[in-house]
């Protein structure tokens, strides 16, 4: 019974300094600035390419942003852990289901796009019983990007992919 309790206190004590090792090859870095896209921080659902308002069902926009943790690198990554503030409005929805595709470019210094990275965000609305109708929606999404390559991130810019 003795040595089954110390091969287990030893198992203990080789898996914990393995992961302090692990984590000596992060190192924190400068956070690269953030953009949103001016020609994509707004998403309608909908059919958009009509004129009637009556065929869109919500608005969302892009609003707020903030680093959750420090910007981290070690040997392969470089990883940014982003939340981002989401404001969906209900015009005419169909339903409460809310459907975002975000994007993240990102750049060198020299401006030069070196990544990007695609994410779907899901939420739904409120309906709220008394008015009979869907309440806006404040979503925070939380990204978490990542760049593979040897150059450093300068900025990153977010935007609605707009499919039309």
């Not at 990544?115 to 008394?130: A, M, P, T």
Request: hydrophobic share 35%; aromatic share 12%; proline share 2%.
């Amino acid at each position: 019974m003795k040595n089954f309790l110390l091969f287990i206190v030893l198992i203990s004590l080789i898996g914990c300094s393995a992961i302090k090792k692990q984590q000596k090859n992060n190192t924190i870095i400068e956070c690269p600035s953030v953009y949103f896209s001016s020609e994509n921080s707004i998403y309608l659902s909908g059919d958009i390419e009509s004129d009637d308002l009556d065929k869109i069902n919500y608005k969302a926009s892009l609003n707020n942003y903030a680093f959750s943790n420090d910007c981290n690198s070690n040997l392969k990554t470089k990883n940014f852990n982003l939340d981002i503030l989401i404001i969906a409005e209900p015009l005419n929805p169909k339903d409460e289901k809310i459907k975002l595709p975000i994007f993240v470019l990102q750049y060198d210094r020299s401006g030069e796009v070196i990544g990007r990275q695609y994410f779907k965000s899901e939420d739904i609305f409120k309906f709220n019983k008394v008015t009979q109708l869907y309440e806006s929606k404040e979503i925070i999404e939380n990204l978490n990007i990542s760049y593979f390559g040897e150059n450093s991130v300068a900025y990153l810019t977010i935007g609605f992919v707009n499919l039309k």
